[in-house]
């Protein structure tokens, strides 16, 4: 179960500086909170110790609803509980679908908005009501504020804008979790948010270099896809620790994981947070095959179907490179049918020269999940009838069925995928920022991912 975050005090909202007064500004909010100083009413607080957190946010949505009043946490491109709660008191106002996502509908809905209100210049709601105030420790707290709890750091959010060049806009704040076994002493995040266009952002990539905390690691959460040809990447990418990436949020999944490939070969650190989502599914086709009298039968896999919800392919991509990697198959072909269910089809050889066929499959469903392209069914099988090595995995009743249907006259062995509430973006991220450094398993099974991807193009 979810531990509760501890409820979160600003002591500094969010507040317009130059590019030159930023540290200036942290320093004086600190010195103003610290033991001693007068006129202290409360308990003081201390800065970021831990690390660096740049966060390349190419998505508007919270700098809308925080501006429309929806949304009172730190501007830090972070999509947690905190922003769902935001997002449904926003669809609520506009009669939109409670959702909790920022589906296309409601962005257009919030721009709208935020327009009407700049030309109004009054913080009311386009029909003359009072603009909802959304409070965040009463809704839910956000992942930022758990990283916080234990990980007191300094994010800074770049927002990139389109538009003509007005050069970068910054804002500080800081906010503290309150710890119940001490009250007396506030450890807290803050926060630097810089605007403007990607070109602008680049130019002052020497003064975002500066602001990561020397001899304190460095983490950058690139939440668009990774552009090695963009200078201000190149250089956060040369300072970092770990560039931490999510596949699931890619258009192009199938061109975004051949350029994160290229990236790790020339030794870019990079994690991918939809790479972390496959363990329980890479855990439960291992444990299938523990037993010794079902460990032999593992050469005679040679059929595999994957099905993934419609939209995004990464998840099936990486986990049959996986699944290559650890048996020591290769491909050979890969060509595309597409169709209802966008069916790719891939051939490999294992080492005794036999043929694998894998089929991908990309089911439509009416309920798309919070991530896209989730794993749905797997299962492993043979041409062997002999063979003891029928698997089905599946996350839902329904993919169960289809899968096992699938087998024939072979009895196979069948487990569920039980849904985790740790797979989900906030909780992945609060994962990764505990560790850095290359992961050999995921390097290996995306040089396999690869070499299946070269084979389409």
């Known amino acids: 179960m979810a531990t509760q975050s501890p409820p979160v005090v600003s002591i500094q909202p969010p507040k317009d500086v130059s590019l030159s007064e930023i540290e200036a500004e942290l320093r004086q909010i600190w010195q103003s909170y610290s033991v001693g100083s007068d006129g202290i009413d409360g308990p003081s607080a201390v800065r970021a110790t831990t690390f660096s957190l740049v966060v390349y946010e190419p998505e508007e949505t919270q ?27 926003a669809q609520k106002t506009y009669g939109l679908p409670r959702t ?84 007396s002493t506030l450890v807290c995040c803050e926060y630097i948010t810089l605007t403007g266009t990607p070109a602008a952002l680049e130019r002052i990539g020497g003064i975002i270099s500066e602001l990561m905390i020397g ?54 650190p990079i994690a991918d947070l939809n790479w972390r989502r496959l ?5 439960l086709t291992a444990e299938a095959f523990d037993p010794p009298e079902r460990r032999a039968a593992l050469v005679e896999v040679d059929r595999v179907t994957i099905d993934y919800e419609q939209g995004n392919q990464a998840q099936a991509l990486m986990f049959l490179g996986w699944l290559a990697s650890r048996l020591k198959w290769r491909p050979i072909s890969y060509q595309k049918e597409g169709g209802d269910y966008d069916i790719r089809r891939v051939k490999l050889t ?68 039980s849904p985790m509430f740790d797979q989900k973006t906030e909780y992945l991220l609060s994962q990764q920022l505990q560790r850095w450094g290359r992961e050999m398993l995921y390097e290996e099974s995306m040089a396999v991912t690869e070499q299946i991807l070269k084979l389409g193009s």
């Not at 925080?66 to 449904?88: H, Q, T, V």
């Not at 596949?247 to 199938?254: D, I, K, L, Q, V």
């Not at 363990?279 to 855990?283: I, L, R, T, Y």
């Not at 043929?355 to 991530?371: C, N």
Request: hydrophobic share 40%.
């Open 215 to 268: 001899e304190l690691p460095k983490f950058i959460w690139w939440k668009a896809k990774p552009d090695p040809d963009y200078g201000l990447f190149k250089r956060l990418a040369e300072l970092s620790n770990s560039i931490i990436i999510d596949s699931s949020a890619f258009r192009y999944p199938e061109t975004a994981l051949l350029q994160i490939h290229q990236l790790m070969t020339q030794g870019t």
């Open 350 to 417: 294992t080492p005794d020269q036999r043929s694998v066929e894998v089929e991908l499959a990309g089911v439509p469903v009416a309920d798309v999940g919070e991530v896209a392209g989730d794993l749905i069914s797997l299962r492993l099988g043979s041409t062997n009838m002999e063979a003891d090595c029928c698997t089905v995995l599946c996350s839902e009743t329904t993919g169960c069925m289809r899968m096992e249907a699938g087998g024939g006259a072979q009895s196979c062995r069948i487990q569920q995928v």
């Open 100 to 183: 909790g996502r920022a589906d296309e509908t409601t962005k257009a809905k919030l721009r709208e908005e935020y327009t009407q209100r700049l030309k109004n210049g009054v913080a009311r709601n386009s029909d003359g009501t009072e603009q909802l105030q959304y409070f965040a420790d009463l809704e839910g707290a956000g992942i930022a504020d758990a990283i916080a709890a234990a990980n007191p750091c300094r994010i800074i959010a770049l927002f990139p804008t389109a538009g003509e060049d007005k050069g970068v806009t910054a804002q500080v704040s800081a906010s503290c979790p309150i710890q119940k076994h001490s009250q």
């Open 279 to 283: 363990a329980p599914w890479q855990e």
């Open 63 to 89: 700098q809308l609803l925080a501006a429309l009043g929806y949304y009172s946490g730190p501007i830090d491109g972070i999509l947690g509980p905190r922003m769902f709660a935001a997002i449904k008191a």
